[in-house]
């Protein structure tokens, strides 16, 4: 389970427990592509992108060692 407060923009989190179906596969990897107050919106392999929010949206992804997944902009 992630706490969306300590997770930012560029962050890779794996999908677990009851997944996100019809989305992504248990296991899959998904990039945060924006953090808001009670969720997160994440890009999976396929480039679409799914919000997550709430105690249920936190309890299907979990965080990984690899941050800051988006290529400097300079």
Known sequence: MINYSETNRGDI??????GLPGIC?????????????QGVLVET???????CVFNCGAARLEPTE?????????
Do not use: A, C, S
């Open 13 to 18: 989190l794996k999908v677990v427990g009851v």
């Open 66 to 74: 690899w941050k800051n997944d988006f290529p400097d902009q300079t």
């Open 25 to 37: 596969e248990l296991g899959d990897l998904v990039r945060v592509k924006e953090r808001t107050v």
């Open 45 to 51: 392999k396929t480039g679409k992108e799914v919000e």
